[in-house]
């Protein structure tokens, strides 16, 4: 099984300033994906950025980019010139086995962040 | 249109009562999710249809009863329900089966409380 782990519970930045968020990850399989989710208050999970492990360069969107050390099963997430609306809960995935031999998207149990003005 | 909506937003049900949860997506994804959400914790899933056939049921509790009647819908029919069942229901879709790079579109979710 795959497993997923997000070390900080909550984090706090100012606003404009960059934050890094903490994933590592333990697979045993040479292909995989690290996703990264956005949860604002109002509840919906916004995909903001993928990774796949066979991708030769860091992925970024925008202001999101991923640290990715493969050596090191990590992918954080940094969130450069952080906004108010930022402040959400950030989950790390990926993808794990479910029953029946199909797959299942697992997620970490996530980071507070708040953007304080 | 990248949108998944869910009705209702909040629900608040007695244990007795049966009611059903309803998501939908006209992004034409071919795979649908139900995930469950307890306060403070990850998303964790329930049930996905993929081509409108149940494929996975990841050992979800009968008074839980999923219904997939297009590949635009996606029905959660809940009856005798229990207090500790209160969550927030995530439904998602995906253009095709999990793979390694589908990712997942989210409605915001059904804020559900058993009484």
């Known amino acids: 099984a795959q497993k997923i782990t997000q070390t900080q519970p909550g984090m706090f930045v100012q606003e404009k300033e960059a934050v890094t968020l903490d994933c590592t990850y333990d697979?045993?399989?040479?292909?995989?994906?690290l996703f990264w989710y956005k949860q604002p208050s109002s509840g919906e999970m916004i995909f903001l950025i993928y990774q796949g492990s066979y991708d030769q360069q860091n992925a970024t969107e925008g202001r999101y980019s991923l640290n990715f050390q493969k050596a090191r099963k990590s992918a954080n997430l940094v969130i450069s010139a952080s906004q108010l609306g930022d402040s959400a809960m950030y989950f790390c995935a990926m993808r794990d086995l479910a029953q029946g031999g199909s797959e299942k998207l697992v997620f970490g149990k996530g980071t507070k962040l708040t953007v304080n003005p | 249109d990248t949108e998944v909506t869910q009705t209702p937003k909040h629900l608040v049900m007695g244990m007795t009562n049966k009611k059903s949860l309803k998501c939908e997506q006209h992004m034409g994804h071919r795979a649908m999710y139900w995930y469950k959400q307890k306060a403070k914790k990850p998303p964790e899933l329930m049930f996905v249809y993929s081509y409108e056939k149940l494929s996975i049921n990841e050992s979800v509790p009968s008074r839980f009863s999923p219904e997939c009647p297009n590949s635009s819908l996606l029905n959660l029919h809940l009856h005798a329900l229990q207090p500790e069942d209160s969550a927030l229901y995530l439904c998602a879709s995906s253009q095709g089966e999990m793979g390694t790079n589908e990712k997942l579109f989210f409605g915001s979710g059904t804020q559900l409380s058993v009484l």
């Open positions: 697979t045993s399989d040479p292909s995989y994906g």
